[in-house]
């Protein structure tokens, strides 16, 4: 069965990471059942997948409701959301999120999912840096079985991400190293995970108890997970704050945060050199429509998935922003060069909201101030994420119906190799 580990491939990565490692048979029936709880009115005429390949704009005004683009201030009557994945979320077990309530959190998740039609969620420890590392799949993996056909999972953000941070420029990395960072990669995706996340080579820091860390994203070490991804077919959850020339740090993110540098560092043409370097690695570019740095345009964007046809992105709906790289505008409004973008590349968009769940009471804590223990990053977005969900369903709801279908649905399971 899908995702059954072996035991000589667990105990490989127990012995690698140190941790105890759970058998996981991910079901991802959700998946397999697509549109299974849309009510009456809002069935869609959908073909079979491959009748679908390249009509992504097709929907677009065949219905009467399609959602259109109607310039400033027009907004498109919003059609039904399909039963959804989200492919981005995050645990949090507790306050300082190292020892704590795994199953509360994933049951908070449960009913979050419940209430929003999210069928399944991929799960993956958070981009973590060297010193910092806190947890990884062996920690929440147990929590996520009890709830077989939910949930699946990446790996690596706690024990591989750290690892590269160590040394963030380096041009070479010794053989011992590359071997025990191959090792754990490799008994990750033996462990039943579905790629590799959450990995980051930029991540700006948006409060105090954020981490701010770099690395080059040609570093050896991403050069050589992604040949491990390609290797094994699976993908590599990406964040990367985009910088094209040495510039100085946005004002908004000076203001957010104590920990960011002055003057950020270029990456977009070193992520670039990692796309190239094994284009059989699927690699999906974090937080669509959240750009921290200003230049992460619908242009540029689009310059991206021409040149590079192993990239994808997970879209992060804010409810609306004022920002012009934002997915949502005022009221929610689908920007209608967004729509155009998602339309032109129809199999390459997914949503990934990052939400954050855990407890009802590791939020009390984080809420509540506990003088001696300062609240995670993770425990301050639980609350903060809340509406992200939404705002993806509200995105979803003005595309065509088909494309919607695609984003989220169909792309996931062909993108992440959901087993039908
Ligand atoms: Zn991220
Ligand atoms: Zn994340």
Do not use: C
């Amino acid at each position: 069965m899908f995702g059954l580990v072996k035991p000589r491939a667990v105990a490989g990565l127990a012995a690698a990471l140190g941790l105890g490692i759970v058998a996981l048979a991910i079901l991802p029936q959700a998946a397999a059942q697509p549109g299974q709880r849309r009510g009456p009115a809002e069935m869609r005429p959908e073909g079979g997948g491959a009748a679908q390949q390249g009509q992504g704009m097709r929907g677009e005004g065949q219905r009467g409701e399609s959602p259109r683009a109607e310039g400033q201030g027009g907004e498109g009557p919003r059609g039904e959301v399909p039963r959804w994945i989200d492919t981005h979320v995050h645990l949090v077990s507790g306050v300082t999120n190292t020892t704590g309530d795994w199953p509360g959190a994933v049951r908070a998740a449960i009913a979050d999912m419940d209430k929003n039609n999210i069928g399944l969620a991929i799960v993956m420890p958070t981009p973590q840096p060297p010193g910092k590392s806190l947890y990884d799949i062996a920690d929440f993996t147990d929590a996520l079985r009890k709830h077989p056909g939910r949930f699946a999972f990446l790996g690596g953000g706690g024990t591989l991400n750290p690892m590269i941070h160590i040394e963030p420029d380096a041009e070479k990395v010794d053989d011992a190293t590359r071997q025990k960072f191959a090792n754990i990669a490799n008994g990750i995706i033996d462990a039943g995970a579905l790629g590799f996340g959450e990995m980051s080579a930029n991540h700006l820091s948006v409060n105090d108890a954020h981490s701010y860390h770099r690395s080059r994203p040609d570093h050896p070490l991403f050069l050589l997970l992604a040949e491990i991804a390609a290797k094994r077919n699976v993908v590599i959850d990406f964040h990367m704050d985009t910088v094209i020339e040495p510039t100085p740090l946005p004002p908004k993110m000076k203001e957010m945060s104590q920990r960011n540098p002055p003057v950020l560092t270029p990456n977009l043409a070193q992520f670039e050199a990692l796309l190239a370097h094994d284009r059989g690695a699927r690699i999906v570019w974090a937080h669509a429509g959240v750009d921290h740095t200003g230049v992460l345009s619908v242009e540029l964007i689009r310059r991206m998935m021409t040149t590079h046809p192993n990239l994808y992105m997970s879209i992060k709906a804010l409810p609306q922003s004022p920002e012009p790289n934002a997915t949502l505008a005022r009221e929610g409004r689908l920007r209608p060069d967004w729509r155009k973008l998602v339309a032109e590349f129809p199999t390459r968009f997914v949503i990934g909201t990052d939400r954050f769940y855990g407890s009802s009471a590791t939020g009390m804590k984080a809420g509540g101030g506990n003088a001696n223990q300062r609240a995670s990053a993770g425990s301050i977005f639980l609350e903060r994420t809340v509406p992200m969900t939404a705002a993806a369903q509200t995105l979803l709801s003005q595309l065509p119906p088909q494309l919607a279908q695609r984003v989220a649905v169909d792309n996931v399971k062909a993108i992440y190799r959901l087993p039908n």
